[in-house]
């Protein structure tokens, strides 16, 4: 079966696209979803306490603004439910096709007498073309279990974070909670109120700073609704209050020394007791790995029956974790917060461009992407969220529709100078990495720890080093001097 365009994955990035596509008059577009249904992140991590720590009013698509959040900071299940409403209100969940992951994707250049294409493969053994290729995949969606001696042999339940298992009742059990970031921050106060005990197993102790958040009252959500230019002011406020954040990320790191000093009086006062305080300060940079946000999680840990272990794992046994000292923590269940393969980014697709050549080993010394959206000798592929996408102070969706316009510019490109396709040119694709590594080097995130944006070698490859205003304008539209380019044989179609 052959379309124009072919998105993988149906997350915020797919379903933003696949809507401006529909806005630009291109109908004939399939999203191809591995999952039973969409959501991406948003739907894989339905965990105790699941939530977002960017503020409401910048988590929505400024095409489908969302004034009735019922939170400062929205809930796991809002936020689904958002994405859902999106799909339906623009015509996009016929264009999905769920239980179908892609296994491969070969670039086929024709011949002069055919058109280009990709060759997609899914896992139900189909073969679709398409002319352009769009990932969708985020950074988020592979899940990472440790790689722990002894981890198989445990008899009770274990999952990871994003694999919840609701079937199983944690109340009055002894439960392990092995990682301490993101996730682990908002599982432990949920489920610390119901255990019988609670064990966390810290390797590294994050910056948790106050989450200010609360329920909106219905007069606001009324005035957010109905008055003109109130929620407009609010989304602007909240945007530039973050963004300002960016100078101690990217350009004076000294300025997070500021907000460390606020960070240990927070932790101060919320841990009294001196050892466990002194177990929960890092011994890294404040800004170096993702600062965390949550109101309970420190007083979670004040609890008589939560244990915070910072012993490095030996080895998972039958009954419960064994740390190096040789104490066995006993557990009748595990929890893996143990983040994503972050830096994989399509992994496990194998994904062939011109002549045959890999992607994963164009990227086997780290991902790169010109703007973090192509790849030079992968024609028409365009990636979205991809590597120096992510962010430590403001929303991936303002990002995202960065990158949306300027992928409607190369797709506008293919259609109105009646081109096969286009390729960003090797020597700018290059430059664009050695900048990008350059301007790294002067952020918090290359001071000296080990983080998940950063890949096997110890190379930054996920993060935007600047401000997110700069990447818009940097996206604003493709550059044709960007790329080379293949005139369409007579019977090509966009």
Known sequence: MSHSVLIIGSGFGGIGMAVRLRQAGIHDFVIL???????????????????????????????????????????????????????????????????????????????GRSDAVWRVSTSDGDELTARVLISACGQLNRPALPDIEGRE??????????????????RGKKVAVIGTGASAIQIVPEIAAEAGRLVLFQRSAPYVIEKPDRPYRRWERVLFATVPGVYELSRAKIYALYESRALGFVKYPRLMEIMEKGFRKGLEAQVPDPSLRE??????????????????YYPALNRPNVDLVTDPIARVTP??????????????????????RSTDFLAPMKISGVEGRELNDVWRHGAQAHLGITVSGFPNLFLLYGPY????????????ESQFRYVMGCIGALREADLDWIDVRPDVFDAFGREMQERLRSTVWETGCDSWYMNAEGKVVNNWPGFTFAYRRATRRPDPRDFRARRATPHAGA
């Open 279 to 296: 177990a929960l300060v890092p011994d890294y940079p404040m800004g170096c790995k993702r600062i965390l946000v949550s109101s309970d």
């Open 153 to 170: 042999s445990f008899t009770g339940p274990s999952f990871h974070s994003a694999r919840w298992d609701h079937g199983v009742d944690l």
């Open 33 to 111: 979803e591995k999952a039973d249904e969409l959501g991406g992140t948003w739907r894989d991590n339905t965990y105790p306490g699941a939530a977002c720590d960017v503020p409401s009013h910048l988590y929505s698509f400024s095409f489908e603004r969302k004034t009735d959040w019922t939170r400062r900071f929205p809930l796991q299940r809002e936020i689904l439910d958002y994405l859902w409403h999106c799909a339906r209100k623009y015509g996009v969940l016929s264009h999905i096709r769920f239980g179908t992951e892609v296994t491969e994707a070969r670039f086929e250049a024709g011949d």
């Open 389 to 400: 996408t992510n962010l430590g102070h403001n929303s991936i969706i303002y990002m995202l």
């Open 319 to 340: 009954s419960g974790v064994t740390t190096a000292g040789g104490t066995e923590h006993e557990a009748d269940v595990i929890v893996y917060a143990t983040g994503f």
